[in-house]
């Protein structure tokens, strides 16, 4: 299947910094990202869809100025958590949506770990 | 959008077929169904998508009754490597679609003993 890739893996940061994770789509075009939360024993919780070209679409309840989303080329969506606090530690998720396939299908990345002291 | 109901966890021996049973009861016509596996800390992985009847690939089968209200995940001879989480999403997947967007419920915890 499809590749989509993650970076970085994990990552430790102080309260107050900014922290940015990459979704890359490796072997597809993706014109939609979407990004997940997931804390320990939960399940992945939508955080917002990402649009090559446009604003991102939040879910409710997710502040956008927190979680700031840049999907700047068809192969490349960023979530950026600003002024990080502990409890943004999270497992952070993306996925990119194939447009291409038969039936349409996303694929998900690794996953980015996210601890802030 | 569609909410779906699966049993929260699940157990097996090596070797065995799993059937996991999801509910739909809200299914909308353009939806399509999709199960995802998930191991911990890792994203989750595809496995199967189907609309209706029956859907089989190298690791699973999916059986759609003809009210598409519920799916069967059905996982061949089991091994201790597929214990892990498994989701059934349903979402508007029609192509063209401007949504797409996976709504991922309690999952189904799966653990397979030797």
């Known amino acids: 299947g499809a590749v989509v890739s993650q970076h970085p893996s994990r990552v430790i940061c102080k309260s107050g910094t900014s922290v940015k994770i990459e979704c890359r789509s490796l072997?597809?075009?993706?014109?939609?990202m979407f990004w997940y939360r997931q804390f320990p024993k939960k399940s992945l919780m939508l955080m917002a869809t990402?649009?090559?070209?446009?604003?991102?679409?939040?879910e409710q309840g997710v502040e956008k100025d927190k979680f700031l989303i840049n999907h700047a080329s068809l192969t490349l969506s960023t979530l950026t958590v600003t002024s990080a606090h502990p409890e943004d530690s999270s497992f952070y998720i993306c996925?990119?949506?194939?447009?291409?396939?038969?039936?349409?299908?996303?694929?998900f990345g690794p996953g980015t770990r996210l601890l802030v002291l | 959008l569609a909410k779906t109901t699966q049993p929260i966890s699940m157990d097996s021996y090596e070797g065995q077929e799993v059937n996991i049973t999801c509910s739909h009861n809200?299914?909308?016509?353009?939806?399509?169904i999709t199960w995802y596996q998930q191991f911990p800390s890792q994203g989750p992985r595809f496995i199967i998508q189907?609309?209706?009847t029956k859907v089989t690939n190298e690791v699973a089968s999916l059986f759609i009754p003809a009210d598409r209200k519920s799916s069967t995940l059905s996982l061949p001879r089991v091994s201790l490597s597929d214990t892990a989480v498994y989701y059934c999403?349903?979402?508007?997947?029609?192509?063209?679609?401007?949504?797409?967007?996976?709504?991922f419920g309690r999952g189904t915890q799966l653990t397979v003993w030797p």
């Open positions: 996925s990119a949506r194939d447009l291409d396939a038969t039936k349409e299908t996303q694929y």
């Open positions: 072997d597809f075009q993706a014109t939609t």
């Open positions: 990402s649009n090559e070209g446009s604003k991102a679409t939040y």
């Open positions: 809200n299914i909308a016509t353009n939806d399509y």
């Open positions: 189907g609309y209706k």
């Open positions: 999403l349903v979402g508007d997947s029609a192509r063209g679609s401007t949504l797409g967007r996976l709504y």
